[in-house]
């Protein structure tokens, strides 16, 4: 029998490559990793692994076996979590990734909510930007992934294996500085800003950008790239290029030395919330997903 402990202790080999790191990982020792890799290769009647050296490789079968083992920890996690609801223990525990703009406005307006009606469920929090973040979500990283897409130019399939929870609509914003000769008009024209520099952010919203100008007939010079919505406002603050934002991102950053204009066409992104179709029903995971909605309504 192929035990669930045993699988982890493999994800974290065919992660790191060593039994070693592997270990310094799962807080335990090489002794038992090693011991832990024998049981499962034992269970399995095939070797799952080569070494050579310092280094090992997976053999066929446990690269089968890495593959599974995602969707089998997810399922098992439901499993636990559900049996444990329905045991009264009235505990639970969600891992939650987000995108910067959504960690710093509907996060903590969901999770507080979620403390005040369920105590005993703990949630945590890590960033990451899409794709990053769904991926983390396959690979069993995290319960429920804070994501987003923009209305073209990606598959509406890209998603179809997960639970999609919408959550809102959130347009972006033109931002220029205080002296630039549109900070007052009450829309612009992004062709209008064809001549400008620009300060870039996330790469899908990079992509985004580009594809966007390029419809209006330009190429934006990008001179600045940051992840960081505060760097981006700060730079077009100083006066050192134009950006656009999304409206969630300039809610949780006081826009010093620049001012936002509305940017037509429209470019719109849609916000989620993603998780597995095991975890879906594992009353933490469904909870969260609730109160996201319920602070999305309130964005």
Do not use: N
Not at 16 to 37: D, I, K, W, Y
Not at 69 to 85: F, Q
């Amino acid at each position: 029998m192929i035990e669930a402990r045993h699988l982890r202790v493999l994800r974290a080999v065919a992660a790191t490559g060593s039994f070693s790191a592997a270990a310094r990982e799962l807080g335990c020792t090489q002794p038992a990793v090693s011991q832990q890799m024998k049981a499962l290769e034992s269970s399995a009647g095939t070797p799952l692994l080569i070494r050579t050296g310092r280094e090992m490789r997976l053999t066929q079968a446990g690269e089968a076996l890495v593959r599974h083992a995602a969707g089998i920890l997810a399922g098992l996690t439901a499993a636990e979590e559900e049996v444990a609801a329905i045991a009264g223990l009235r505990a639970g525990r969600v891992r939650l990734v987000s995108f910067p703009s959504g960690s710093s406005t509907l996060v903590p307006t969901a999770l507080a909510a979620l403390r005040a009606a369920h105590p005993g469920t703990r949630v945590s929090l890590v960033e990451a930007e899409p794709p990053r973040s769904v991926e983390m979500l396959r690979e069993g990283d995290c319960d429920i992934a804070l994501a987003f897409r923009y209305g073209s130019g990606q598959a509406a399939s890209e998603w179809d294996d997960l639970v999609v929870r919408p959550l809102l609509t959130d347009r972006l914003v033109g931002l220029v500085p205080e002296g630039h000769p549109l900070a007052g008009a009450g829309s612009v024209g992004i062709a209008e800003l064809a001549g400008d520099s620009w300060i870039a952010g996330c790469p899908r919203c990079r992509r985004q950008l580009v594809d966007v100008c390029e419809k209006a007939g330009f190429a934006p010079r990008i001179d600045f790239a940051t992840d960081d919505y505060p760097a981006v406002v700060g730079l077009v603050g100083a006066g050192l290029g134009v950006a656009v934002l999304p409206e969630l991102a300039i809610e949780s950053v006081r826009p010093k030395g620049a001012r936002t204009v509305a940017v037509e066409p429209a470019v719109e992104r849609e916000i989620v919330a993603l998780t597995l179709p095991d975890l879906a029903h594992v009353p933490a995971v469904a909870a969260t997903l609730d109160e996201l909605a319920r602070a999305a309504t309130r964005a």
